[in-house]
């Protein structure tokens, strides 16, 4: 087992934080995380696409598709998705819309507090270039600028269909194993977080909210 | 329901309304009640301070969904302006799209045609009985009972492939251009229309059954919530929030706009107005809405024009001046205030939102002193919106 | 609503009434006057709503148009009271006394406009920015397609061609090139 070099480890930063909350957050760096055992690898990505649990977060105007998608007439359960409350007990981040920069703070908190395998769903044309609010002062344009995104749905609003061949679209790359958006945030996390920081402006928390 | 102990020494004392919290004493416990929950309204949140399981302080906080929109709207010529209204209230957009018709109409003295003024007034009813709907799955689930809101959702869905015949969209339908709507009803959409009313009915007096006559729902909604008479205007609460109490005003009685002054009907008032009143009173409105849409179809002119051709509509300069024209939403009062300088940009629009006064100064009141279970069902029983509070 | 206005015409230094529809009348009053207009108006007039309450920025006279609209549900009309305040020092006298809902209002407009209300509550508070440092953002002067493009990261649209190049160069290739 090979320990890795102590100078290749940084150390996150973290002066968000005013003591005594620098005591509370952990300061190393997160690592990506490969397969554990790479024959194994095919069925456990099936198990993972045929549980898909939303994240309970409306951020924006595209939750309000979200609702008619869990009712008997489109049923996403069949697909094997539903919802769950907390982040910490989600996979499947939707984000509904545009994100004004308030959101966006909680946006990235809640994804870095999701557990491991992760996948971001980007509903709608504001997620992709701003949509009609390219010229607002508090929508951002690109989300992926700031979070990883594993899939767009374009429309404004996608119909629940349209969601739902989303949805089948995304379960076709976890089980094609393309869908590490969580391991690509880790290793591109200092462009991520530079790209945060510039615009949420009282950056209070830690670098990384695991 | 447990009692509260009337030993109040052990709670913070009250000065001016707002209660003394020492934070750092370890008696108080604040939480949000944030943006990511599946028991609010929206995007919004509350930052609570609790002691035990009391509800001593709130402070509501919005600017989730604030997208700048009275910045952006002068930034876009007058019929650029059409699509982008309609997204400031998400679950209810109708109304948005004939106010800013209504005022722009207003301002530039356009007259709009028989037929429009009915095919508008349908819409906008049909989209109160849609956000009803939503609304009662809302309020049912914030207690528990989330089967109630798989009925109304999918009945809801009914409606919402009825707009998309009518308008080509689900939610935006962006249908109420100035001078008219941009098209008129398909061939057999009343009966259409009456079998999925003769649906929503039916769906209606089982949750009559199942929710207004439910011990636990009585138990939990009776007396949550009380809102006093006198804090009607003081606080500026319109809507079914108010009629609870007794008032009985409504928009399209006083300041009848559209057609409403040709359609029979009655304001419905409560006595209690706790948050089960508040529940009766916009499950009457629901039979309300659905006998106004028949009454609309059946009263309809058979043909006419659905729309007044406007002048070029990018070189199109309104008149100045300023108006304010205002509709019954199912919230409360719902109005547009525009100003125009004559020029191809109008100068500013305002929008009054009823739920600017319900989420802030009225949640902020309710909330001390309820329990913390209850806050999601107070919440959802003043029925707000926040993006049309920011905007 | 002609009466109205004779009637608050003896008592205030009111102007520029302007009937705009049967029920809803605007009028103009001086700054310092303006509290004591609307507290006669609710007292004593009726018009016990406030509905809503905001600002015009007329930045080319430098001012301000602040616009209280005001409600009376017994004869059904609505009032706007124009204020006009200067752009620079923009403060008004606080109404947060009269109704609950003002005193957020008055939030808004601190940080839409900044204008300033000495006494009302929760000023200083943000209301529906976070950690925002230019200037209010709802004044004329600040252009929000600037700071949105050099905030965030706009996407290059898609590159358009006039139609009629396009097909001459199809259809009839420059002969030198071949």
Redesign the interface.
Known sequence: MRRANRKDEQELANDGLTYPDTEYFCKTRPVPVGPQFKAMEAVRNWARANSLAVQAFGTGCGAVELRPLMTARYDAYRYGITGSPTPRQSCVFVIGGYASVKTLKRIVVSYEQMQNPKFVVALGSCTVNGGMYWDSYNTINRIDHYIPVDLYVSGCMPRPEALLAGFVKLKELIKAGKCEGANRYIENLDWYKANQKRVIKNWNMPDYNW | MFERSSDRSRYPEVVDGKPVVDLDSEKYVKIWHGPQHPGITGNMSLELILCGDEVVDCKTHVGYLHRGFEKLMERRTWIQNFPVVCRIAVPEPAFNEYLYAAGVEELAGIQVPERAQWIRNLNLEMMRLASFLAWLGGQAGAFGNSTIGQWTVTHRDYLLDLFEEMTGGRIYHMYMVPGGVRSGLPDGFEERLEAVLKKVEKLLKEIELVLLNNSVFKARAVGLGYIDKDMIDRYGITGPNQRACGIKRDVRKDCPYLVYDQLDFEVITGTASDTYERTLVRYQEMHQCIDLCRQIVGRMPKDGPFHQPLPNVLHWRIPPGETYVKAECTRGEKGYYLVSDGSLYPRRICIRGPSYTHAFPVMEKLAIGTDIADIAGLMVSLHTYPPEIER | MKELFERLQALFAVTDFHQ??A??G?LSIPKDHAEMLIRHLRDHEGF?????F?A??YIEDGVFRL?Y?LHN?GT?D?L?VHVDISRENATMTSIHEL???A??YQRELKEMFGIDFPGSPRLDE?????????IP??R?E?D??A???A?????E?RTKSDPRTHMREQLYPDPDQE
């Open positions: 705009q529809r029920d809803l605007f016990t709503h406030l509905v809503f905001t015009v920025d616009v609209m549900y059904k609505t706007g109704w609950e809902q005193g957020l943000d209301f529906l920015l976070e950690g925002w440092d230019e953002p709802m004329r600040f929000t397609r700071y949105a493009e905030t965030f990261f706009p996407r649209g």
